[in-house]
Every structure is written in C-alpha cells, then in structure tokens.
C-alpha cells in the first residue's frame, strides 16, 4: 500500500504544479510546499532505509513534522479572514513550535536528538491544526462560498486535511507504546494511516481538477 501512497501524493503534487498559475483566489505556494515535503522527505527516508544507507529512517519524519505543521498555519494565515481565527492560528504557530523546540532540546540532553519519534509535537499539531481546520470550515459555511463549495478549492484542501489529521490523533497517541503491541495491531494501525493519506489526497486532486472547471 506504500506504493499506492506514494502514487497519490506525487499525483497531487504535478497537479497543484500544473494548475498552480491558474488558482487565483488563495495563494497556493505554502500548500506546495506542504506536497512536496510530503512526498519528498517520506519517500526519500523510505527509499534509503530500505536500501539500508541509513539505520532508521525517524529523521525525516521528525523533519516532516516540523516542517508540515509550519507550512499549513502559513497556508492558512493567508486565507482565513475571520480575526478571532487568526488569532487562535497565531496561537497554534507559537505553541506548536515551541513544544517542538522543547522536545528537541530535551532530546538533545538526552543524546537522542531527532532519533525517536517526537509524537508529543505531532499529537500537538494534529490537534492545532485540526482546530483550525474547524473554524475555518465553519467560516467557509457562513460565507458566499458556501453556495458553491464544491469548485472551491480551499474546501477540498480542508476537508481532506481535516479526514486525516482529526482521524490520526488516536493512531499518534499509541506511537510511543507501539513496543508492546502485536504484529497484527500494527499492521492494522498503519493501513488506516495509509488508507486516510490516500483519501487526503484523493480530495485534493478531485479538489484541483473539480475547481478548474470554474476557471474554462
């Protein structure tokens, strides 16, 4: 199923290139860059710890976390018109960023900088971001937009992140005990991780090919 991730992000990301001087209404590039860092950091630290070049692969996905949290609050900083909105995502940045800053100092005294997995900072991402996903759905639904929700783009995006991020923070939470959990617990666990990226971007592209028929 890894493939088939793989398959869909990086079909995400050429669409958003393609069509990315053709979307008017939002600025795109930090949601580009939410793709790209996806597709890129995943893939690359799969690729080379199968290949064996690197012993474990968290390094990427520590990378990952940082850098995709980030790249969304700045996406939606840039679209959200609703100032108490705002603010609250003013309010996520800081502390998302903070708790990622202290997890990784306290790694650092520890000798284990970037090695296990900071679940603490991405369970702390999902909820903020999740949050904010709400209140700007709730904004989309009190506005004009509503009217035509299905070509509009920033719906599409919302609502796919909001499927995997909302339904992930059960999943993230258990990371840390995962030593003492089954094999087939396991497997269970990341084949739904796989299956909500998948509809993630399932949405964004049926969301980048939908909305262009607005603009021909």
């Given at each position: 199923?890894?493939?088939?991730?793989?398959f869909?992000?990086?079909?995400?990301?050429?669409?958003?290139?393609?069509?990315?001087?053709?979307?008017?209404?939002?600025?795109?590039?930090?949601?580009?860059?939410?793709?790209?860092?996806?597709?890129?950091?995943?893939?690359?630290?799969?690729?080379?710890?199968?290949?064996?070049?690197?012993?474990?692969?968290?390094?990427?996905?520590?990378?990952?976390?940082?850098?995709?949290?980030?790249l969304?609050?700045?996406?939606?900083?840039?679209?959200?018109?609703?100032?108490?909105?705002?603010?609250?995502?003013?309010?996520?940045?800081?502390?998302?960023?903070?708790?990622?800053?202290?997890?990784?100092?306290?790694?650092?005294?520890?000798?284990?900088?970037?090695?296990?997995?900071?679940?603490?900072?991405?369970?702390?991402?999902?909820?903020?971001?999740?949050?904010?996903?709400?209140?700007?759905?709730?904004?989309?639904?009190?506005s004009?937009?509503?009217?035509?929700?299905?070509?509009?783009?920033?719906?599409?995006?919302?609502?796919?992140?909001?499927?995997?991020?909302?339904?992930?923070?059960?999943?993230?939470?258990?990371?840390?005990?995962?030593?003492?959990l089954?094999?087939?617990?396991?497997?269970?666990?990341?084949?739904?991780?796989?299956?909500?990226?998948?509809?993630?971007?399932?949405?964004?592209?049926?969301?980048?090919?939908w909305?262009?028929?607005?603009?021909?």
């Open positions: 199923m890894n493939n088939l991730i793989y869909f992000s990086f079909i995400s990301l050429i669409l958003f290139l393609i069509y990315r001087s053709k979307i008017k209404d939002i600025n795109i590039n930090y949601f580009i860059g939410f793709l790209f860092c996806m597709f890129t950091l995943d893939f690359v630290g799969y690729i080379l710890a199968y290949l064996k070049v690197i012993v474990t692969n968290i390094i990427f996905y520590n990378l990952l976390i940082v850098l995709q949290y980030n969304l609050f700045l996406f939606y900083r840039g679209i959200i018109q609703e100032k108490n909105t705002k603010k609250f995502l003013t309010f996520s940045f800081y502390i998302f960023n903070l708790t990622f800053l202290i997890t990784s100092l306290y790694q650092i005294t520890q000798g284990l900088f970037l090695t296990p997995y900071n679940s603490i900072s991405d369970i702390i991402g999902s909820i903020l971001i999740s949050i904010v996903l709400i209140l700007y759905l709730k904004e989309v639904l009190n004009d937009k509503i009217l035509d929700y299905k070509k509009t783009l920033s719906f599409w995006i919302t609502f796919g992140l909001l499927l995997y991020y909302l339904a992930s923070i059960p999943f993230v939470s258990i990371f840390p005990k995962m030593d003492g089954s094999e087939n617990t396991l497997d269970f666990i990341f084949n739904v991780q796989r299956v909500l990226a998948i509809l993630m971007h399932s949405c964004f592209i049926f969301g980048i090919l909305s262009q028929k607005k603009v021909k």
